[in-house]
T-cell receptor
């Protein structure tokens, strides 16, 4: 539907597991974002990368570790998560040099932490 | 701090009728953008409409239009001729001009469309 893809779409993990979420954008954008969407709460911005450099870390616990190897790929490495980390994790991208800088979202990864 | 408030957790509309979703925001900035995003069940969030705060004219995209009241810090979305495919969560969002990335979202309004 859009140029932003995310894998896996669903993930179930135990608290001691290590897993990674992947995001890829095919829009030629220069910025990528991770959001957390929990039930009944607004979307929470977690991380922002502009030109592969992290420019925003919104007080996210260290058990979430982002990685942006290039402007098209973004990862979120997960380790020793808590059940309250269960949520929909959305990736987005945008062209920050444009006048409007509209963000385009991926379909999300539904994460369940047991 | 900037905040966005959507006071209607749920709304319902009859097919072909018109519905208005409300959004208010709090900011001390004068230049910013406002957005409405739509998130259908189990589908991707997509942009519905965008408004630049410096423009007095309300944005319009086909059946979707906004009522932007800058002084009142209000940004409502009107959906005309509602269709079944309009059923979704609708999020209002705010971003400071020239501060890429910092989108602040409201809590969302779940819209159902009755046939």
């Amino acid at each position: 539907e859009t140029g932003v893809t995310q894998t896996p779409r669903h993930l179930v993990m135990g608290m001691t597991n290590k897993k990674s979420l992947k995001c890829e954008q095919h829009l030629g954008h220069n910025a990528m974002y991770w959001y957390k969407q929990s039930a009944k709460k607004p979307l929470e911005l977690m991380f922002v990368y502009n030109f592969k450099e992290q420019t925003e870390n919104n007080s996210v616990p260290s058990r979430f570790s982002p990685e942006c190897p290039n402007s098209s790929h973004l990862f979120l490495h997960l380790h020793t998560l808590q059940p309250e980390d269960s949520a929909l994790y959305l990736c987005a991208s945008s062209q920050v040099t444009s006048s409007t800088d509209t963000q385009y979202f991926g379909p999300g990864t539904r994460l369940t932490v047991l | 701090a900037q905040t966005v408030t959507q006071s209607q957790p749920e709304m319902s509309v009859q097919e072909a009728e018109t519905v208005t979703l409300s959004c208010t925001y709090d900011t001390s900035e004068s230049d910013y953008y406002l957005f409405w995003y739509k998130q259908p069940p189990s589908r991707q969030m997509i942009l519905v409409i965008r408004q630049e705060a410096y423009k007095q004219q309300n944005a319009t995209e086909n059946r979707f239009s906004v009522n932007f009241q800058k002084a009142a810090k209000s940004f409502s979305l009107k959906i005309s001729d509602s269709q079944l495919g309009d059923a979704a969560m609708y999020f209002c969002a705010y971003r400071i001009y020239n501060q890429g990335g910092k989108l602040i979202f409201g809590q969302g309004t779940e819209l159902s469309v009755k046939p």
